[in-house]
């Protein structure tokens, strides 16, 4: 995504609701260009477009949620793929800072291959020239447009991977958790096919419960935050050998 988009979101999310004139002001651009900007990214599903304004996307979608501080996401997303080598083969799962991660790689990195559940990530990089992306098969799940079911065991069986990044929903004194049964299980049956599991997630998520379990923390590798976590979590991190990378979020 250009620099410029990543900053109009930014503006947007923090005002909800913006004039084009002064996003223009904002970014020293034309309106005319403030108004491709807007198109491309309403095309995205990041904001909507009112008669001379931008505004926040009001929905459930996938595409809503990762426009919401959307500049500590990427930051998240960039620190970790930093670990991922030209030509390697990752299994990505759905999310936001997922998506961005997703990106990345399909962007800067080369001859690096993606095996995903998410028909999202799978539709989000498909414009990169260098995308290679397998998408494994499933019932799909509409709402967060991913593939879940027992068809994905056996889509990913012949597959064997280095790492695994997924998103979490909440986490407790156990471990980290999941709001879905079926996407959980669809998680915990492809970490069997990786040697080690990366979470990417905001800092938010480790003052929130989830409804299902889904790893313990020793089951954990690493895990990619903003500076926002709190001391209690990151000393319960530690404590389950999981190594915590922190970028600094964007209300800094």
């Known amino acids: 995504m250009h620099i410029r988009h990543r900053k109009l979101l930014n503006i947007v999310n923090e005002k909800k609701r913006v004039a084009v004139t002064d996003l223009a002001q904002s970014l020293d651009v034309s309106e005319v260009t403030i108004r491709k900007d807007l198109s491309t990214l309403e095309h995205m599903g990041l904001l909507r477009r009112e008669h001379g304004y931008a505004a926040m996307?009001?929905?459930?979608?996938?595409?809503?949620?990762?426009?919401?501080n959307y500049e500590t996401k990427h930051?998240?997303?960039?620190r970790a793929a930093d670990t991922v080598h030209n030509g390697e083969t990752v299994m990505i799962e759905s999310g936001s800072c997922c998506t961005l991660l997703a990106e990345e790689l399909a962007?800067?990195?080369?001859?690096?291959?993606?095996?995903?559940?998410?028909?999202?990530?799978?539709?989000?990089?498909?414009?990169?020239?260098?995308a290679h992306i397998i998408l494994l098969g499933g019932e799909y799940q509409n709402e967060s447009q991913v593939m879940i079911g027992p068809m994905i065991r056996k889509c990913v069986s012949d597959f064997y991977v280095d790492k695994f990044f997924i998103g979490i929903d909440g986490f407790n004194e156990n471990g980290f958790m999941?709001?879905?049964?079926?996407?959980?299980?669809?998680?915990?049956t492809m970490s069997k096919k990786a040697k080690h599991i990366v979470?990417?997630?905001?800092?938010?998520?480790?003052?929130?419960?989830?409804v299902v379990s889904l790893f313990p923390f020793e089951a954990v590798d690493s895990v990619f935050t903003d500076d926002g976590i709190t001391a209690e979590a990151a000393q319960m991190l530690h404590a389950g050998d999981t190594h915590v990378y922190t970028v600094t979020s964007s209300n800094e």
């Open 57 to 68: 996307a009001q929905s459930d979608d996938i595409a809503n949620h990762l426009s919401f």
């Open 178 to 188: 999941s709001n879905n049964l079926m996407r959980a299980e669809a998680i915990r």
């Open 107 to 130: 962007m800067n990195r080369r001859d690096v291959t993606i095996i995903t559940n998410s028909a999202f990530i799978a539709s989000f990089v498909r414009k990169s020239p260098s």
């Open 75 to 78: 930051r998240i997303a960039m």
């Open 199 to 210: 979470i990417l997630t905001e800092s938010v998520k480790f003052t929130q419960t989830g």
